[in-house]
């Protein structure tokens, strides 16, 4: 077998005679990176061409990860490690342990692996990839500074990729998430111009556009663009969710629902169990909490699609959005469940993002609960440090939402003032406009 015949798109070996499975996997890679539909297709056909294929083997278990298919992913990776150990390069051996490594849970070492993978081979996009993004090992460490450790992370590595449309997607993201909006969000519409089949530059831009307060270009593009994206693309329901965002911040709860109702609620979504999670119980909690109760039905069934599919504790980041669920749905038990594992693994010292996840907990059980100034006082110690339950800044916003209005109920006007001067000294919000008019009393 000739390792040096094939290439994948940045130059790096691969271990395949085959000329069918090399242009398979590199579409597949690609599909994987933008987050386009198809991935999942194209690796399964760089298999076919050729089943001791290693480096297609650990992509497809990744793939089964996203949508938790956690035996087919183990199974994968195991015989990745396999047939890497009999024909693989030291890069190829090294890229499919590392992605095992992810695939299987392992995630403090993987990212060890990955960040010492990346310092010999910088151009291995999939390992960076594992770093990256709103759900990447860095946001999921329970690091403090996980958007510090990004931008560093694209600094270091961007004379290897140049004009690269993945890599400018990330790093564009990676800047506008730790505060530099405006470099952030021209270069990732840079990034979009040279590859517009990429669902990721659009939801970078997104986010760009979420903390610029460009609440009119968020709508237009998602409107523009969404049209030529497959339902089932991975990033379909939550370009839309962001859309929904955009209509709450006009006040237009009813479109927000709509959007909720057509694209995001579990019976019509095609969206990664994660994904689709986060996105149904975020957008239900900011419409009641901004003052558009959603019907009862949606919250009972977001809960029981959420209880089926992360019946356990797991991640803070999942965790926090399983007790919205809980509080809102008043299912005390499933609350105190989740909270009491939560609590010994803190005590334990095996919770990284330490203890302000079941301070979340508790303030979003006592805010469901009606009792707001109780919320507002677990709340305010803690805020700086939710950015550890990982996610993007948009997503974790909800915590500081739910602070300002708690402050608004119980009374404490002064602090939700000042808190909203802030923010909107940071970029203009319809929203927030409202509720500052609102907390002048």
């Known amino acids: 077998m000739n390792a040096s015949t094939h290439q994948d798109r940045y130059g790096l070996p ?9 242009e398979a996997y590199r579409d597949g890679i690609d599909r994987m990176l933008s987050a386009w539909p198809g991935a999942a297709e194209a690796f399964e056909r760089a298999l076919a061409a050729d089943p001791d294929f290693a480096l297609a083997h650990v992509a497809r278990a990744r793939i089964h ?6 035996e087919a992913a183990r199974l994968r990776a195991a015989t990745a490690r396999e047939l890497a150990a009999r024909h693989g390069t030291t890069r190829e051996r090294s890229h499919v342990e590392t992605l095992a490594l992810a695939v299987e849970g392992n995630a403090a070492a ?3 692996a990955a960040e010492r993978h990346l310092d010999e081979w910088p151009h291995d996009a999939v390992v960076m990839s594992l770093l990256l993004g709103a759900f990447g090992l860095f946001a999921f460490s329970g690091m403090a500074d996980h958007d510090q450790a990004r931008q560093d992370l694209c600094e270091r590595h961007a004379a290897s990729y140049g004009e690269d449309w993945w890599f400018l997607s990330n790093y564009g993201w990676s800047l506008t998430e730790n505060g530099q909006v405006a470099k952030g969000r021209a270069m990732t519409e840079h990034a979009f111009e040279l590859r517009r089949d990429n669902a990721y530059a659009v939801h970078a831009l997104l986010h760009a556009m979420f903390e610029d307060g460009s609440v009119a270009d968020a709508d237009a593009l998602v409107t523009q663009w969404i049209g030529g994206y497959d339902r089932d693309g991975i990033l379909y329901g939550h370009i839309y969710w962001h859309q929904a965002l955009g209509a709450l911040e006009q006040g237009d709860p009813a479109k927000a629902l709509a959007i909720y109702a ?3 609620k579990p019976a019509v979504t095609a969206a990664p169990p994660l994904n689709a999670m986060s996105d149904c119980a975020s957008l239900l909690w900011r419409l009641s909490a901004y003052g558009h109760p959603a019907p009862k039905e949606l919250w009972d069934d977001a809960e029981a699609y959420a209880s089926q599919k992360f019946s356990r504790s797991s991640l803070p980041f999942i965790d926090m959005h399983m007790a919205l669920l809980a509080a809102a749905t008043r299912n005390q038990a499933a609350l105190e469940a989740r909270l009491a594992i939560i609590e010994q693994r803190l005590a334990d010292g095996k919770l990284a993002a330490g203890p ?6 508790r303030a979003m059980n006592a805010f469901a609960g009606g009792d707001y100034a109780a919320c507002a006082r677990h709340l305010a110690p803690v805020l700086d440090e939710v950015v550890r339950i990982g996610g993007s800044h948009a997503q974790r916003e909800i915590v500081e939402d739910t602070f300002i209005v708690a402050l608004m109920r119980s009374g404490e006007l002064p602090q939700a003032r000042a808190i909203l001067d802030r923010r909107l000294h940071r970029r203009p919000s ?7 008019a609102a907390a002048n009393g």
């Open 14 to 22: 691969l271990s395949t005679d085959q000329a069918a499975a090399a």
């Open 65 to 70: 990860t996203f949508y938790q298919q956690s």
């Open 110 to 112: 993987a990212l060890t």
């Open 262 to 264: 057509d694209v995001l």
């Open 356 to 361: 302000v996840v079941p301070v979340i907990f």
């Open 430 to 436: 319809p929203r927030d406009v409202r509720w500052r």
